[in-house]
């Protein structure tokens, strides 16, 4: 059956190169694009297989035992805390070489003797 149908050019042109990929006419893609398009709704897809993820064995590097990783956090948490208590200390020494310590700026006494006296 013959019928008149006003395509675009820029889809008539996309028909054409399907057509030439595919060594059929032109009418040919039109219908098999139709048809399958009419139809889409009509039947359930087909199941997909379902998607899996397959995981890669892993493990520690050699060397590594898993049973004493809680001494190794042990270990590294008691060397982050003489690390820092040293600092502190190092700090304070750093705070009495300027002169005046911390207790004569609370009190008010500055370290620059008695006022008024």
Do not use: Y
């Amino acid at each position: 059956m013959r019928k008149t149908l006003t395509i675009g050019d820029d889809l008539f042109h996309v028909l054409k190169d399907v057509a030439h990929q595919r060594g059929i006419s032109v009418k040919e893609v039109v219908n098999d694009t139709l048809r399958r398009g009419l139809s889409a709704g009509e039947e359930p897809c087909a199941a997909a297989e379902p998607f899996r993820v397959l995981s890669a064995p892993r493990g520690f590097r050699p060397g590594i035992d898993p049973m004493t990783l809680n001494q190794l956090a042990d270990k590294l948490e008691t060397e982050r805390f003489i690390a820092s208590d040293h600092q502190v200390a190092a700090g304070s020494a750093t705070g009495s070489a300027t002169g005046g310590s911390d207790s004569d700026a609370v009190s008010g006494n500055g370290g620059g003797g008695s006022r008024g006296g």
